[in-house]
């Protein structure tokens, strides 16, 4: 059974730092790419970053590029998100996902991020 279990959120303060984790299991996590997405209130989920199963990253989102980063760790099936510099508009609720190899997408259950004083 796939599973992705995303942890790391919480309140940060404007210009602050979080690194969030996508804990997986049920599939060879080193052979697939992940990608990580974002949904503000009232807004569409955003694709944020796409991580490959050799550790390559791109960050997708215009918004975030210079401030948010991507890595794994496949011997851990761990992917994360890392993220400073961060603004009130990076609040949001952050998803990791990945695609079987049928096209059926898997996504956990999101860590919410709140950006405030």
């Known amino acids: 059974q796939v599973q992705l279990v995303e942890s790391g959120g919480g309140l940060v303060q404007p210009g602050g730092s979080l690194t969030l984790s996508c804990a997986t299991s049920?599939?060879?996590?080193?052979?697939?790419?992940m990608y990580w997405w974002r949904q503000a209130p009232g807004q569409e989920r955003e694709l944020i970053a796409t991580?490959?199963?050799?550790?390559?990253?791109?960050i997708d989102a215009d918004s975030v590029k210079g401030r948010f980063s991507t890595s794994r760790d496949n011997a851990k099936n761990i992917a994360y998100l890392q993220m400073s510099r961060l603004k009130s508009e990076d609040t949001a609720m952050y998803y990791c996902n990945t695609v079987g190899r049928l096209g059926a997408p898997y996504w956990g259950k999101g860590t919410l991020v709140n950006v405030s004083t």
């Open positions: 049920g599939f060879n996590f080193k052979d697939y790419v």
């Open positions: 991580l490959s199963p050799t550790g390559g990253n791109t």
